[in-house]
């Protein structure tokens, strides 16, 4: 089995930014008007917070300040009841953005898809996007009803031959205010996020009939998406009532890690494993077996970098096709090393 871990550079061929730009590019498309809404100026709240930071190069450490508000910080600068506001207007807007990116070509994960994953393979991907899923259900690798991990619990569509698993969440996932109950894998029935609204589904290539079991009677369950964000990431949500869906993120790492742990390959691709990241960078580093075979993608210098850390932890078999891009991967003998780099 292999298992590829995605990160920011993965997607930025289908046109989603890496994670210093993301700030910036969300400005820009909601001053083309996108995103009006009658309750909430988001293009405002932005640049307000863009005001306030100079720029929005560092939208996780941003992110961060509005919601633990360290002293001396911008943010402290903001009264209490708006710093939610700003916060929210980047969680909110940011799904809108990326649906509206989603019609761009994603022709490396379409090769992905295509020649290379297999059956029972695993994707641990730290995006927010859904193009990789899209083109592997393209490729007629993955399907919806139990390709994240959790059974949407519809009969109408089989089951999934590849797991994508979105451990910083995902764009077309809700946190709704009411929860819900589920089976998920094998555990016991916890709450987990929902798949809502027509488009979640059409884009995928599904009928926009289509429904999620726990908001199939809902005509608007409320909530927040369900993306984890910032330098400090939480894995739940704090609200009046105490942490939520605390259970299911907890659930979506394990699986993560009996993946990694299992695989004979792990293959890397755009992810750079930055320090802030600490639970991702144990899960990868920490998880895998020292004989698995390490592919690092990551371009020339991240690689060889990420390639040391593996050395350093006594990985053996570690890997960088070429110059270290994802296109390397694609051309290098169908993903296997028929050119690579030294350790």
Known sequence: ????????????HAGYPLAAELGSALLDWLRLGNLRHTFTDYCANVEQVRELYGNLDNLERILTDLNECPPGSPAAAVEPAIRPLLRDSFRISIPEYFHDRLQQSASLYERLAREI?????????FNYDVACEREL???GLWEISDGYGFSLGSSEIPPSKVRTLKLHGSVNWLEPILGGMSGVGHVSEVARPVVYGWRQFESLGYSRELRDSLC???SNPGGQPALIMGFHK???????????FEEFWEWLWSEAEQAIA??????IIGYSMPIADERARELVLGKANRDTQITVCCGNKTSGRIRAEFGARGFRRVRTPGSGYFEDYLDSDRGDFARVAAP
């Open 216 to 218: 199939r009677t809902m």
């Open 1 to 12: 089995m292999t298992t590829y871990v995605l990160g920011a550079g993965a997607s930025r």
């Open 234 to 244: 939480r894995f739940y949500s704090q609200t009046s009532f105490g942490r939520r």
């Open 137 to 139: 259900k393209r490729a």
């Open 262 to 267: 299992g695989s004979d390959k792990i293959v």
């Open 117 to 125: 994953v297999k059956e029972h393979d695993v994707v641990v991907t």
